[in-house]
């Protein structure tokens, strides 16, 4: 029998190379810093440019990867001619719920009671589910718009035909004790460093307020960090990754993986040793993972959106005067959120309050 071959490593690259960087968002100006105060030169690729244009752009480029915006598209394409990390294989299995819920399970990490809906028998086989219920399209990218609240059964079919009929998934809503994201980097020889465990408040399906560390009892955090480092392992991913928990009494499922940094990392930027954008070049170019370690006890960090400026620009001057909190304003236009705010006030916790009065604070009287 024949040996099997070695998986092939890649040289690291380093500066002067250049970086590409797929398609510009609110946050790609993160990585472009990083990168150019390490030496390297940028460029953005534009995903909506043809092939043959998307390859001449990229022809000097050491290695392309994603921040805001995940094409698979155009990633194949560039995959033809340099490295592109994450892998538009893994991205593509992130963003598809039916698959990602199966290849979850078969490594042997939990995931929430769930059923796939591709027809009206499915439909049928599913009025022994528990209720109340979301029916969710297959591929993230869709919007809320892609997703319906279901109260019992009988509400199904309607639900269904609401999302065009497409292949769905039914997920039993939960009592959540609490959401989680774990933030792991892995390098393309197997290298991995993960991030605190930090905590998650939503309203209305979108995430207000993240805070770290996430208060875990015993050897919740390293669990938490070695469930996330065994996720990317087994996937073969290369960047950052954001891996998305629900804590349902004593159990863990794993709701989402966000194939790039996002906003559950957005911690990371006031309170860690490297960030996670910083971590994401490293990953991608083969180098040496930065420190996770946090410097600070605790932070929080809230979503600046669109409601703020309804009456103008905000009254930054009166947040700004504390010299805890840290202002990140996106050069943005037409976007739902605009900027965070990040606050380390001693504990986590007592950070959550902190941001909670300062965004208040900002249209007030």
Not at 194 to 208: D, P
Request: hydrophobic fraction near 40%; glycine fraction near 8%.
């Amino acid at each position: 029998m024949s040996e099997e071959a070695p998986p092939i490593v890649r040289p690291p690259v380093v500066p002067p190379a250049t970086i590409g960087i797929l398609g510009s968002g609110q946050t790609t100006s993160y990585l472009e810093r990083i990168a150019q105060q390490m030496g390297y030169g940028t460029v953005v690729l534009d995903p909506q440019l043809s092939s043959a244009a998307l390859l001449r752009a990229a022809a000097d480029c050491g290695v392309v990867t994603v921040v805001d915006q995940l094409r698979t598209s155009a990633m194949r394409t560039l995959a033809t001619a340099v490295p592109v990390h994450p892998s538009p294989d893994v991205v593509e299995l992130c963003m598809d719920r039916i698959r990602l819920k199966q290849t979850l399970a078969d490594i042997g990490v939990a995931v929430g009671p769930h059923m796939f809906i591709e027809s009206e028998e499915d439909i049928a086989d599913a009025a022994d589910a528990k209720f109340s219920a979301i029916l969710k399209s297959r591929h993230h990218g869709e919007g809320r718009s892609s997703q319906v609240r279901i109260a019992n059964h009988t509400e199904l079919l309607g639900a269904w035909e609401t999302l065009g009929r497409r292949e769905c998934v039914l997920e039993q809503r939960l009592t959540l004790g609490r959401e989680l994201a774990t933030i792991v980097a892995r390098t393309d020889d197997g290298r991995v460093a993960t991030f605190a465990t930090s905590q998650q408040q939503y309203v209305h399906g979108r995430l207000e307020i993240g805070y770290a560390p996430a208060s875990l009892l015993g050897s919740g955090q390293s669990d938490a960090a070695d469930l996330a480092a065994y996720i990317a392992s087994e996937l073969g991913f290369v960047g950052v990754l954001a891996v998305h928990m629900f804590v349902v009494g004593r159990d863990v499922y794993v709701h989402e993986l966000i194939p790039q940094p996002s906003a559950l990392g957005l911690f990371t930027l006031d309170s860690c040793r490297t960030d996670q954008y910083e971590q994401q070049l490293r990953a991608v170019c083969g180098l040496a993972l930065g420190e996770t370690t946090m410097t600070v006890p605790g932070i929080a960090v809230v979503s600046l959106t669109d409601d703020l400026w309804a009456n103008g620009e905000p009254k930054w001057e009166r947040i700004l005067a504390d010299g805890t909190v840290h202002l990140h304003r996106y050069e943005t236009t037409g976007n739902e959120i605009r900027g965070h705010l990040a606050a380390c006030s001693g504990t986590a916790a007592g950070s959550t309050s902190v941001v909670r009065r300062l965004r208040k604070a900002l249209t007030s009287g």
